[in-house]
């Protein structure tokens, strides 16, 4: 079982629509959570960062945590051409040396 | 947030030769980070790079094939060596933040290797 799963995608939306992306973790210690932006040759970006379970929103993003189910999810509101993009989630090792696990990504499309 | 470079920016090369990408930061950073993010696939930790030390591999990566300079705090370089097709990949380099967020890392924009 791999530590981090998200859903595969890829995912296409109309303008406009509210977008979920989905992770789920194996390791009950994990206790950061993020999720990263990539654009299309680029390197990710860091677009939300949580700590503990609930709701936290930026702007058009909530990221929310579930960690009696160990579920981690990505809503976008009101989703725009520009949000095209694949989004992967990211949990720190609880107390190593920095290192981050990754989902595999979703890639997700919205059209104009 | 720190300004990270990346050369090449891609590169195609034969079998069985070695390529070397540069990671250049605009500022001093005590961790560097290389990952591999294979077509499709999620980005997966090489090593850590310290300045003064030698790299920290991952299970399933070695120095032989991945070997790592680490010269001072702004500068780094991998090395892919002796390189085939399975070696063909986004590499990206990182950076811790300096933003007091728990492990939250500044990415490279990346080095697409295609081996043929």
């Known amino acids: 079982q791999k530590e981090v799963e998200q859903d595969p995608g890829p995912l296409s939306v109309p303008e406009g629509a509210i977008v979920s992306l989905n992770c789920t973790y194996s390791?009950?210690?994990?206790?950061?959570f993020m999720w990263y932006r990539q654009y299309s040759r680029k390197g990710p970006e860091l677009l939300m960062y949580?700590?503990?379970?609930g709701n936290k929103e930026d702007g058009r993003f909530t990221a929310q945590v579930d960690k009696s189910s160990k579920y981690i999810s990505l809503f976008i509101r009101d989703s725009q051409p520009s949000d095209s993009a694949t989004y992967l989630c990211a949990i720190p090792w609880p107390g190593s040396a920095r290192q981050l696990t990754f989902g595999s990504g979703t890639q997700l499309t919205v059209l104009p | 947030s720190a300004v990270i470079s990346q050369k090449p920016s891609r590169d195609i090369c034969q079998r069985g030769t070695s390529l070397t990408i540069q990671c250049q930061v605009d500022?001093?950073?005590?961790?560097m980070f290389w990952y591999r993010q294979q077509p499709g696939q999620s980005l997966t930790l090489i090593a850590t790079?310290?300045?003064?030390?030698?790299?920290?591999?991952e299970s399933g990566f070695v120095i032989d094939k991945f070997p790592i300079s680490r010269p001072n705090l702004t500068f780094s370089t991998l090395t892919v060596s002796n390189m085939s097709p399975e070696d063909s990949s986004i590499y990206l380099c990182?950076?811790?933040?300096?933003?007091?967020?728990?492990?939250?890392?500044?990415f490279g924009p990346g080095t697409r290797l295609t081996v043929l």
């Open positions: 990182s950076v811790e933040s300096d933003r007091g967020r728990y492990n939250e890392q500044f």
């Open positions: 949580t700590y503990s379970s």
């Open positions: 390791n009950s210690a994990f206790q950061y």
């Open positions: 790079a310290n300045q003064g030390s030698e790299a920290t591999y």
């Open positions: 500022s001093q950073v005590t961790m």
